[in-house]
């Protein structure tokens, strides 16, 4: 009877317009007939009663591309922000094998990997409210439109279906983009590994048709999983893939996402897109996966020093727009993957303000994605390296492709500018006919581009990742380089291990102690370089670089010369920092660096005035409220001036600051106590128990603090 009583409040409406039915829905669950179509709600799928109107639609009939389509049939679930406990189970009657039910998303939709017929019956499992369409998936999957060329672009799609493939193919036809576009679609109801050893064999058997070509890639979205395993695996690996790698939203390092209580929980609109698209798969996109581990065990993509012929060029395409939830898919990403995630290499092209499936339809990504192609496919930077190292290709051309490069990267001049700017003032900080050490790209390919332009050509630089390769060594050795090795001595080089620290000692490693111990050309290492004071010599700042020097630890005279009169900040000043990149801004910190050790070593000597006047210059380079290290430094100088309320004032402003060391503040407190203000000490170290209940350290100094009151 009581089942009779529940199902008689369900109302069925056939009206002109489209047919609905609606009805509460309890924590008893229930279940809603709409033309055939069956929504079967368990019990506890809602948190609270709900009125739930199921809405049958009729919508265009179409095909995509990726070669699925729609059959004008469509149901909506009302609320669409409705997210059920448990999923919901749906049936219709169907006869035809290849069709399923896709979730509406963007200004396309996922297919739901759950979704099957069987016994003549589509069934799927649904997690949420939104729109739903009933589907045609494609007969096989595989590469589509190949033909017999020598060089082509592979796009690899994504479970996402829209038109972002047409209007990418569209865009690569507008600008002229010269090879054919093959498109690789694949079963999602496969893992990432299977997929990408289909399209091992798919590529094998084009290889079969056609001989030899080549592929320039561009992936999107999950895709970029499934291409980057293929090339990462020697098992797999066909060499076809050129130099120009590109990867669109690409959750190389997974997605919150990937678990259903986080989808559950979070705000972005996409947040369910991989719970319905890769269903029992999406396990892989959880953070530290075997699928994921897998891929990261084995490396990078393939060449490198033993085959640089085979190197890439990679760059990810990303996203970042705001939403209202917590995870950093949400605060700082693209809805679905984090900035983070899509870090496949220490540097990647300044993200784009859309979110993730906007990313894959805006023509203008379309056109950088273009350019990066059409710029990587002409060289890879290792193999292009050793034709420079070996005179066939002349130095200036290295300068030219990075100009492009880093424009690409950027998209905007003043980030260009404010680095050429930043490493221009860096080499102003070198004492003449030096060996500059550096780290990486924002401080060694600026520099060598400036050297182009004929400013400080008497620096050797020396970027100490490629001086582990004995090409680049023999190179520089021909351009002025003090070191005194035959070809023959400098193969017998190898990275080795340190018999008494049993630290790792690379071939770089050695090069630099050998050139610190000659005296025919000075040694300095750039600020940016990790850890210089592993090589075992005192260090002098100096400016943006560090010196040789067992004198004082910074060069006062020289740094403050150059911070304050000889160094450019035209570019810098000429924005708000906020709208730099962040690796600029990063960069930038380092003049903040400086002048906060300045400050250090102007109150060592009691220096006060020019101290504060340096640690205020240093507040220019970073972010308001961000610089709680400059505020606590101004605390020490002030009371070393005896200034106790100023101190107090700049105690208060560190501690306000959300990122603020525990240790620094127990430190705060002991200065507290010794200011003679142990009530404000206990308050502060009773803050810190918040963050350590139970610690036992904190408790003994309040313990004494209160025994001193």
Same mark, same amino acid.
Request: glycine letters at 6%; charged letters at 25%; one cysteine or more.
């Given at each position: ?76 679930i ?6 059920f406990?448990?999923?919901?189970h ?36 649904l ?35 829209s ?5 990418f ?20 109801d ?14 094998k ?17 999950v ?12 098992l ?48 892989? &996109?959880? !953070?530290? @996966?075997?699928?994921? #581990?897998?891929?990261? =065990? ?5 060449? +490198?020093?033993? /085959? ?24 700082d990403?693209?809805? &679905?993957? !984090?900035? @983070?995630?899509?870090? #496949?290499?220490?540097? =990647? ?5 859309? +979110?993730?499936? /906007?990313?894959?339809?805006?023509a ?5 994605i ?8 002409t ?63 924002n ?76 005296n ?16 075992g ?16 630890v ?19 000043f ?67 001036l ?29 200065y507290?106590?010794?200011m ?20 036992e ?5 309040i313990k ?6």
């Amino acid at each position: 009877m009581r089942k009779i009583l529940l199902f008689s409040v369900v109302l069925v409406f056939l009206h002109c317009s489209s047919p609905y039915v609606e009805r509460i829905i309890t924590h008893e669950g229930a279940m809603m007939e709409l033309n055939g179509a069956v929504f079967d709600i368990p019990e506890n799928s809602v948190q609270e009663s709900t009125l739930v109107k199921i809405e049958k639609k009729s919508t265009s009939k179409r095909t995509y591309e990726q070669g699925y389509n729609l059959t004008g049939q469509a149901f909506t679930i009302i609320p669409d922000t409705l997210v059920f406990e448990k999923p919901i189970h749906f049936s219709m009657p169907m006869t035809k094998q290849n069709m399923a039910l896709g979730a509406k998303i963007g200004n396309g939709f996922v297919p739901l990997a759950n979704s099957i017929v069987e016994n003549e019956t589509l069934r799927a499992q649904l997690w949420h409210g939104g729109e739903y369409y009933v589907i045609e998936k494609p007969l096989e999957y595989g590469i589509k439109d190949h033909s017999d060329v020598d060089n082509a672009l592979l796009l690899v799609t994504d479970p996402y279906v829209s038109d972002y493939v047409k209007k990418f193919k569209y865009v690569l036809r507008q600008n002229e983009y010269e090879y054919p576009v093959w498109t690789y679609v694949y079963d999602m109801d496969k893992s990432i590994e299977d997929n990408s050893y289909y399209l091992a064999d798919e590529l094998k058997k084009l290889h079969e048709q056609y001989g030899k070509f080549r592929l320039d890639i561009v992936s999107f979205g999950v895709g970029g999983l499934v291409a980057h395993r293929y090339m990462v695996d020697t098992l797999l690996y066909h060499k076809d893939i050129s130099s120009a790698v590109i990867a669109v939203g690409t959750p190389f390092l997974g997605s919150n996402f990937a678990i259903i209580d986080s989808a559950k929980a979070g705000a972005s609109p996409y947040r369910f897109f991989y719970v319905d698209g890769l269903d029992d798969n999406v396990v892989e &996109l959880i !953070s530290g @996966s075997d699928a994921l #581990l897998w891929t990261h =065990e084995r490396g990078n993509l393939p060449g +490198g020093y033993g /085959e640089p012929e085979e190197s890439k060029n990679f760059a990810s395409i990303r996203g970042r727009i705001s939403y209202a939830g917590d995870l950093p898919e949400e605060t700082d990403g693209d809805g &679905l993957v !984090s900035l @983070s995630s899509t870090m #496949l290499t220490a540097i =990647e092209p300044e993200p784009f303000s859309l +979110g993730h499936f /906007e990313l894959f339809e805006n023509a203008g990504v379309h056109g950088i994605i273009q350019d990066f192609v059409q710029l990587y496919n002409t060289f890879a930077w290792l193999d292009f390296f050793r034709k420079v190292w070996q005179g066939e290709e002349p130095f200036s051309k290295i300068n030219a492709i990075w100009e492009k490069e880093a424009r690409l990267h950027y998209r905007n001049a003043i980030n260009f500018d404010v680095l050429v700017e930043y490493n221009e003032n860096m080499l102003k900080s070198v004492p003449a006919n030096s060996i500059l050490i550096t780290n990486g790209d924002n401080d060694t390919y600026p520099s060598w581009f400036l050297q182009g332009m004929g400013v400080r050509k008497d620096i050797i630089i020396l970027n100490r990742s490629l001086a582990n390769l004995k090409e680049y060594l023999k190179f520089l050795i021909k351009q002025g380089l003090p070191l005194e090795m035959t070809d023959g001595q400098l193969e017998t080089l190898k990275h080795d291990y340190d018999k008494k620290t049993g630290k790792a000692k690379t071939i770089s490693d050695k090069v630099i102690n050998m050139l610190l111990e000659q005296n025919k050309r000075p040694v300095v290492f750039a600020t940016t370089v990790y850890s210089p004071e592993q090589y075992g010599y005192p260090l002098r700042l100096s400016g943006l670089v560090y010196e040789i020097s067992d004198k004082e630890v910074v060069d006062i005279d020289k740094t403050r010369e150059l911070l304050y009169n000889e160094f450019s900040y035209e570019k810098f000043f000429s924005v708000e920092l906020a709208s730099l990149s962040k690796p600029i801004q990063s960069l930038a910190n380092n003049y903040a660096g400086i002048a906060h050790e300045l400050s250090i070593a102007l109150s060592d000597l009691q220096m006060y005035d020019e101290a504060l006047e340096a640690n205020d210059y240093a507040k220019r380079f970073v972010k308001s409220g961000s610089y709680y290290f400059l505020s606590y430094n101004d605390a020490k100088i002030y009371l070393k001036l005896g200034m106790k309320d100023k101190a107090d004032s700049a105690f208060k402003a560190v501690l306000n600051n959300a990122g603020v060391d525990l240790s620094v503040k127990k430190d705060i407190a002991e200065y507290y106590y010794g200011m003679d203000m142990k009530t404000r000490a206990i308050q502060v170290l009773a803050e810190c128990l918040k963050e350590e209940p139970g610690n036992e350290e904190i408790l003994e100094l309040i313990k004494k603090y209160q025994e001193g009151l």
